[in-house]
Every structure is written in structure tokens, then in C-alpha cells.
């Protein structure tokens, strides 16, 4: 019967012969997501459950509270329609993984996929069947908080791991009873709010909007993400909630998204807020209108939707099709047949399947920034003593991130646990937290701690950020490492031994005030539950590194935005056309230095490169081919490279293969990311690696927004970031 319900033309059936029995009151009520919590039912909450007026909860994950929920929204209201259920499972539920961020640091779509399904069957083991997730902003901006939640600063490998997070969700039939329906956020624009300040506006122009921030979307929609959710702030002086050319006409209408779309927490409302509208009635009417068929916390629906329809100022219609999106999705969640979630059918949370999937997530999201005279891996046998210093060595809470409102930290095995127990007696460990939190400017440890360093063969530093700087509306304006970080490094580095640093952040930080005073930098982000032991094997060496940077590091914040798939200009710079301030001549007139696109205290360059990461091994790329020279318009092609690892141990490497179109109706970026893949390699082993791409890959946007793939000259390169050296061309001519 489950099955049989699920046919889309059933379901289709089923959904029309319901709408047909509805109220226009119990109609609205679908449209309304209310919020809960706190194991507790409200009276009025459950007056709305009973009276129709309530589609859908968020923040209830007390399984008992959710199925009586369930029971009173079943059993009590006229029609018996079961609830969505909504809980942010942003990156784990008990069982915390890396932060988004972290995870495309892996460039792994099928682990950030298992990683989101361990996070999909803890969190249906309470009774949440939709979550908040992916979050596919493309951003470019350190600053913002928001950029812990997402995949990074390009549009290709945000769309291949949205995808991947996002069946990871939805599994291969969202009526299992572990599936949880996905919802991409935020639509659209949002990850390029104005100096990356949350919730400022977004000045996207159409050209830039389609080709770079609304592609991993198309993915989302093309992979059959069942909701979408708008974004807080305004794309072209319009807000997402409101903006019908984004929502209705693109989302819904070119791109055919069968599934529905919520707002954001109380988005209608803050219309007015905006100055979009002077009061809750004509936002909740321009809502409607753009498309948003579910309203998340806020009562604009509830209250005016009655009336406006009923006053002819909105088409019932725009209702009835709302309400058609989200009964589908009830119906293909299996909702009418099982509302009730038994938390004695699932195995408990954190089981060690689940642990382990956090542990190889942190493994490959762990980047090696910086490895001088090779200080990594450390033996363990040569090692006799090592000081282990800093704010977030051993907080197992600070490791989980932001968004982690399920995530147990009791469960948290901190570096510090991790490296006491791998060093088992072989070597000393002495621990200094040195400072109280990342942000502390109180130095009276530092004494301290170079002492310590000055004993000790070596010393890793656990620096960073505390989970709180970053995620949703906490941005930073000066992205260093907090309080006196950078002092304690330099105190630690006077003691002459050798000096690991290892950062544990929510954003990318400028690091160029201590790059040189470590000798080696492990970038591991908040790696989640399981991060101890992943920085423990990297720093022993049982592990390589293999993670790859997702996202450009400036050298300081003055460059943002800076990323690899800038545009050209008419005047782009060369490494000899740029001038240092400390180097201008006195007597350099205007026009006489450079003149090309730089910064004269920073150059033009990122510290470190978007798809930069270093490993214990060392590989070698060489022989770049494609198949044939010339490719007409419609045909695959194949582009592959020798890679080898020429160094003493097995690991993974990332390759990625970029793609420079040479001339555009639009001018297109220097390099776009195009295919990637993981590959393992053991000492002396070499391999073809090998990308087929069609020629639909190197479509874009133009200049009348439509999508076109342009006849003409191409270059390509293969290799270990975006600043790949091998390069080879080929030719798009038209079909025959
Ligand atoms: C965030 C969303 C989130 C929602 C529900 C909002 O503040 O912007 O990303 O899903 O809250 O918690």
C-alpha cells in the first residue's frame, strides 16, 4: 500500500481528492510552519494541531512529544494530516560530523553523502522528517559567519556535494522510514551579502546570480531536493521572500521545482521590516505571489491569507497549488500510512559505524596548509616529550562547530584525549591551555608555555576559533586568530623547537601574522565529534593528509573577495608587474608602476590557493591529453593526465581539472573547476587519471541570461589545486 501510495500519479490523486474536503482555513494551515520545542505542547499549539491550523513543527526531537504531536494533528483534526516535522541537521544529529565547510574540504560527495546519512537516521530516530540542509550558498567571504555552513567558494563542487549531502537526506526513496526530506538554502544570493555581514543585501547582477550563485540550486532541483528555502536578505532590492522573479518565474517555472518552498524564520514578516512593505498583510500577499508556498515561524499566513483571499486581492489558486506542493511531499514521505516515528525499530545514535563515518570525514577534511623541512608526520618513537598548548586542545564542545543543537558533546574526543592515548606511554605529553578562550588577551601563560616548548622535543599548538565565531549572524570584520593567538605563537617559536599549528576554525583566517613561525599548519576547521583522533593520525603519520582547500585564504581582509575563478580584466597582473609598497620609488610618477590589477600591500594572490593541500607523499602530474582536439557541440570528450606518487608512502590525492573558455559573449572567469576525484596511490604507483566532460559542461550563461555553449578555444589544466601548472587546449566547433 506504501509503495502503491507513492506513485506520483496516485500520490497526484490522492492529493487533489484531499484538497478537494479542505477548508480554506485548513488549507492556510499547511502553509504554516509553527515552532515548538522543550518536550512540551503548548495549549494553544495544540488547539492549532487540532483545528487544521498547523502544516508542520520545527525544534521538537523529544520522539514521545513528537508523536503525540503527530497523534493530536491525526487523530484530533478533521482531516487526520500528519505533520512535517523540521530540525536544522546541519552537519550530524548526536553524532556531530565536520561543518559543511570542513566536508568539502574532503572533495568527497560519496562520504559527505554517508556522513549526511548517519545524521538522516539519528535524526529519524526522534521523529524529524525534514531538515534545513544543504545549505548551498556559494560564498566568497570569510567574514561571514554563514560560510561554516556551506561547501565553499565555487559553484561546481558546491552543486556535486549539495547533491551528494542532500540523497544522502532523501536516500534512495524518501518513504523509507530513515529518510528525512532535504531543503536547500537559502535561495538566492545569500552568500554574498555586502562585507559579509549577516543578513546585509546581496548586489548580484542576473549574469553573476545565474552562473555562479544559483547553479548548485539547478543541481539540487535536477536531483530532487524536496524543498527550497528563501533567503533572509534582498537580491537586487528585492527580498528573497518576496522575489517572484526568483522564486516563481526561475525556480518554479524554468526550472520545473516540483518540490515546495518555506521561507526563512519569520522572512515574511520581516518584509516590512525591509521597507518592501508597510504592514504584515500586503507582505504576506507579496509571499504568496513570489511563490512561497510555507511560511516558517510567523503568523502573516495565518492571519492574513484568509482574508486577502476571500477579498479577491490573492487567487485561491496560489493556495491550492501551495498546498498541493506540500501534501505531495507528505504523501511521498509516507506520512498518511506510518505519522509515528519507533524509536525501538532504529539502532541507538552514535553507534560505531556512525563514529567512524565521523572519524574518515574528519580524516579527509583535515588540510596540511604548510609542511617545512617535512616537521610532519611526528614518530612517535623518535619523540620523547611533547607540549601540547592552547585554547582548543581539549574542548570537545568548541570542536563541534556551530549549528549543533543535537549534538552530544560528552561524545567529543578532543585532540588532546587523542594524542594521550596514541602516545601510550611512548612519549610524555605535557598539556598548557595557555589561554582561557581563543579570544582571551591576557598573556601572564605565555612565560609558561615557552618554557614548556623550550623542554619539549616539539610543540602543537591547538589555535583557532571557538564554535560561537562563526555560523548564522556571527560575523567577524578582522579574520586574524583572536586574541593574543598570533603572541603566543611568536612566544612558543622563540623556544627554537619545532612549532605545529594546528587551527581549528569555522572560516578560512588570515594566517599570514604566523605562517612563518610554524613550521607546519593543519587547517581542521571544527572537525566534529571524531576530530581528535583524526588530528592524532595525521600528526603520527598513520594517515597522510588529503584534504583540499574549498576556499580561497586571503593573505588579509582587505582582498576579499579574492577567489581562483575571478575574471581576467583588461589589465591583469603578472608577478613582475606588481610593486610592494615598501618598494615604490620615490620619484615613481602615476603611470609608471605596473599599472595591472593588484593590491600594493598584498599583491594579488591568495595565501593560500583555493584546491591547495599538501600530503606526506609527494605526486607528480604529467602528460595532459584530451581525446580529440577538435570537439563538436553536443559530443563527449575525455581530458587525462599521468599522475604518480613519487614519495615514500600511500595516500589520496585530489585531482581537479579546470577549464578556461577563452572568449565569451560574457567574459568568463580565468579558471572554473569542472571535474575532481580522489584517487589512491601507493609508493611508485602511477595511474591515468581520467574526466569525461561533454560539451553541455562548458555551457553558460550570456548576456540574454540564456544557457549556451560558445564554439571556439578552450584551455585545460589537471592537477593538485587551481594553480595546476599542466595545461593543454582544445576547440569547440560546431555540430556537423
Ligand atoms: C536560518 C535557517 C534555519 C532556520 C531554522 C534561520 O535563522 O537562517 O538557515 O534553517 O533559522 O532554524
Same mark, same amino acid.
Given at each position: 500500500?506504501?509503495?502503491?501510495? *507513492? ?26 510552519? @509553527? ?9 494553544? +499549539? ?37 505533520? !512535517?516535522?523540521?530540525?536544522?541537521? $546541519?552537519?550530524?544529529?548526536?553524532? @556531530? ?13 560519496? +562520504? ?43 559553484? %561546481? ?5 549539495? &547533491? ?81 522573479? +526568483? ?14 518552498? &518555506? ?8 518584509? *516590512? ?31 492574513? !491569507? ?81 607540549? @601540547? ?68 622535543? #616539539? ?8 564554535? $560561537? !565565531? ?43 601574522? $604566523?605562517?612563518?613561525?610554524?613550521? #607546519?599548519? !593543519? ?18 603519520? $598513520? ?7 574549498? &576556499? ?141 566532460? %561533454? ?7 550570456? *548576456? ?33
Amino acid at each position: 500500500m506504501v509503495e502503491e501510495a *507513492r506513485g506520483t500519479e496516485e500520490i497526484d490523486r490522492r492529493v487533489a481528492a484531499l484538497l478537494d474536503r479542505m477548508s480554506l482555513e485548513e488549507k492556510i494551515g499547511q502553509m504554516s510552519l @509553527v515552532n515548538a520545542g522543550e518536550s512540551y505542547i503548548h495549549d494553544d +499549539l495544540a488547539e492549532g494541531l487540532r483545528a487544521g491550523r498547523v502544516g508542520g513543527v520545527l525544534n521538537e526531537v523529544d520522539v514521545g512529544t513528537v508523536n503525540e504531536l503527530q497523534r493530536i494533528a491525526v487523530e484530533e483534526s478533521r482531516l487526520g494530516i500528519p505533520l !512535517l516535522i523540521g530540525r536544522d541537521v $546541519i552537519h550530524g544529529f548526536k553524532t @556531530v560530523m565536520p561543518i559543511p565547510l570542513g566536508q568539502a574540504a574532503t572533495w568527497n560527495p560519496d +562520504l559527505v553523502m554517508q556522513a549526511a546519512r548517519v545524521a538522516a537516521y539519528e535524526a529519524a530516530s526522534h521523529g524529524v522528517n525534514w531538515t534545513f540542509a544543504p545549505m548551498i550558498d556559494v560564498c566568497r567571504d570569510p567574514r561571514w559567519g554563514r560560510i561554516a555552513e556551506c561547501f565553499g567558494e565555487d559553484p %561546481h563542487l558546491a552543486s556535486v556535494l549539495g &547533491v551528494a549531502m542532500l540523497r544522502g537526506f532523501q536516500g534512495p526513496d524518501l518513504g523509507r522510514p530513515d529518510a528525512i526530506a532535504a531543503c536547500a538554502k537559502h535561495f538566492a544570493g545569500y552568500g554574498a551579502v555586502e562585507s559579509g555581514r549577516d543578513y546585509a543585501a546581496a548586489n548580484v547582477p542576473e549574469n553573476e546570480l545565474r552562473n555562479v550563485h544559483l547553479r548548485p540550486f539547478r543541481a539540487a532541483v535536477d536531483a530532487g531536493v524536496a524543498t527550497i528555502m528563501t533567503s533572509f536578505s534582498e537580491v537586487d532590492g528585492v527580498p528573497a521572500t518576496a522575489n517572484e522573479r +526568483l522564486v516563481r518565474r526561475i525556480l518554479k517555472d524554468e526550472w520545473a521545482f516540483g518540490g515546495f518552498v &518555506v521561507s526563512d524564520w519569520d522572512s515574511v514578516r520581516q518584509l *516590512r521590516i525591509h521597507g518592501l512593505t508597510a504592514d504584515d498583510r500586503e507582505s504576506c500577499r507579496e509571499a504568496v505571489t513570489a511563490g512561497v508556498d510555507m511560511e516558517m515561524h510567523g503568523d502573516a499566513y495565518t492571519v492574513h !491569507l484568509p482574508a486577502l483571499v476571500r477579498g479577491d486581492e490573492l487567487d485561491e489558486e496560489l493556495i491550492d497549488a501551495a498546498v498541493r506542493r506540500i501534501l505531495r511531499l507528505k504523501f511521498r514521505l509516507g506520512l498518511f500510512e506510518r505519522p509515528y516515528t519507533d524509536p525501538a525499530a532504529f539502532l541507538p545514535c552514535a553507534s560505531e559505524a556512525s563514529l567512524a563515518t565521523a572519524r574518515q570525514a574528519a580524516l579527509q577534511s583535515v588540510v596540511l596548509l604548510r609542511n617545512e623541512h617535512r616537521v610532519l608526520p611526528m614518530s612517535p618513537e623518535a619523540l620523547r616529550s611533547l607540549a @601540547v598548548i592552547g585554547p582548543l586542545a581539549d574542548a570537545g564542545d568548541e570542536q563541534l562547530g556551530t549549528w549543533v543543537f543535537d549534538g552530544d558533546p560528552g561524545l567529543s574526543v578532543t585532540p588532546l584525549q587523542a594524542i594521550r592515548d596514541l602516545a601510550a606511554g611512548r612519549f610524555d605529553v605535557q598539556y598548557l591551555r595557555a589561554m582561557e578562550t581563543s579570544r582571551s588577551r591576557d598573556t601572564r601563560a605565555f612565560d609558561e608555555a615557552a618554557t614548556l616548548a623550550g623542554q619539549c622535543d #616539539a610543540t602543537v599548538l591547538f589555535l583557532g576559533e571557538e564554535a $560561537i !565565531l562563526s555560523g548564522e549572524a556571527h560575523c567577524r570584520a578582522d579574520i586574524n586568530l583572536p586574541g593574543a593567538q598570533a603572541e603566543l605563537v611568536a612566544r612558543v617559536r622563540e623556544a627554537g623547537k619545532p612549532v605545529i599549528a594546528v587551527i581549528l576554525a569555522g572560516r578560512p583566517l588570515t594566517l599570514a601574522n $604566523i605562517v612563518d613561525k610554524a613550521d #607546519a599548519i !593543519l587547517y581542521a576547521w571544527h572537525p566534529g565529534t571524531m576530530g581528535g583522533p583524526a588530528i592524532a593520525d595525521l600528526l603520527f603519520g $598513520i594517515e597522510s593528509p588529503s584534504g583540499k582547500l574549498p &576556499v580561497s585564504f586571503p593573505r588579509m581582509v582587505g582582498q576579499i573577495p579574492i577567489y581562483y575563478s575571478h575574471k581576467n580584466t583588461g589589465k591583469p597582473p603578472t608577478p613582475d608587474s606588481v610593486v610592494h609598497i615598501d618598494n615604490i620609488d620615490p620619484k615613481a610618477r602615476q603611470l609608471s608602476l605596473g599599472m595591472t590589477s593588484f593590491h600594493f600591500d598584498a599583491g594579488y594572490t591568495p595565501l593560500f590557493a583555493f584546491g591547495h593541500g599538501l600530503s606526506y607523499t609527494s605526486f607528480e602530474y604529467s602528460s595532459i591529453r584530451v581525446s580529440r582536439d577538435q570537439i563538436r557541440l553536443g559530443e563527449s570528450f575525455h581530458v587525462h593526465a599521468d599522475l604518480r606518487n613519487t614519495g615514500a608512502i600511500g595516500a589520496e590525492e585530489v585531482v581537479q581539472l579546470y577549464v578556461r573558455d577563452l572568449v565569451g559573449n560574457v567574459t568568463r572567469p580565468v579558471r572554473e573547476l569542472k571535474g575532481f576525484r580522489r584517487v589512491r596511490l601507493e609508493p611508485g604507483q602511477q595511474v591515468v587519471v581520467d574526466f569525461e566532460l %561533454h560539451t553541455d559542461d562548458l555551457a553558460f550563461h550570456g *548576456r540574454d541570461m540564456r544557457l549556451v555553449v560558445e564554439p571556439g578555444e578552450f584551455q585545460v589544466w589537471i592537477g593538485g589545486s587551481s594553480e595546476a601548472g599542466l595545461r593543454a587546449e582544445f576547440r569547440v566547433v560546431p555540430p556537423a
